[in-house]
């Protein structure tokens, strides 16, 4: 309920702001929005965030397979398993398979 309520709350506001703002302030707020995605500091913070968020979710596949693993059914564990073989090349995880690089 709470997300729903955000989202609406979001969209009226959105809806109001572009009423009174008019077609104007609405591509200087887009033109001010792609200068900052287009930063090279924005740019290289984002892929450095991305890169970390690949290794955690790396480590937390493992170790989360690793604890859990023994204690579920073989139905489970075999498609783990198989999942987990995907992005493998020489048994190594392949750092492409936990998301894109946007540079």
């Given amino acids: 309920m709470?997300?729903?309520?955000?989202?609406?709350?979001?969209?009226?506001?959105?809806?109001?702001?572009?009423?009174?703002?008019?077609?104007e302030r609405y591509e200087q707020m887009k033109k001010s929005a792609q200068d900052f995605a287009q930063n090279p500091a924005v740019r290289n913070a984002a892929e450095?965030?991305?890169?970390?968020?690949?290794?955690?979710?790396?480590?937390?596949?493992?170790?989360?397979?690793?604890?859990?693993?023994?204690?579920?059914?073989?139905?489970v564990t075999d498609r783990v398993?198989?999942?987990r073989g995907r992005g493998?090349?020489?048994g190594k995880v392949d750092e492409e398979d936990w998301g894109t690089s946007n540079t």
Wanted: overall charge positive.
């Fill in 2 to 23: 709470r997300y729903k309520l955000t989202f609406v709350v979001g969209l009226a506001l959105g809806y109001v702001v572009g009423t009174r703002a008019g077609r």
């Fill in 48 to 75: 450095s965030a991305a890169q970390t968020g690949r290794q955690a979710a790396g480590k937390a596949a493992h170790l989360v397979g690793d604890t859990v693993g023994d204690r579920l059914p073989s139905a």
């Fill in 81 to 83: 398993h198989a999942l």
């Fill in 88 to 90: 493998r090349a020489n």
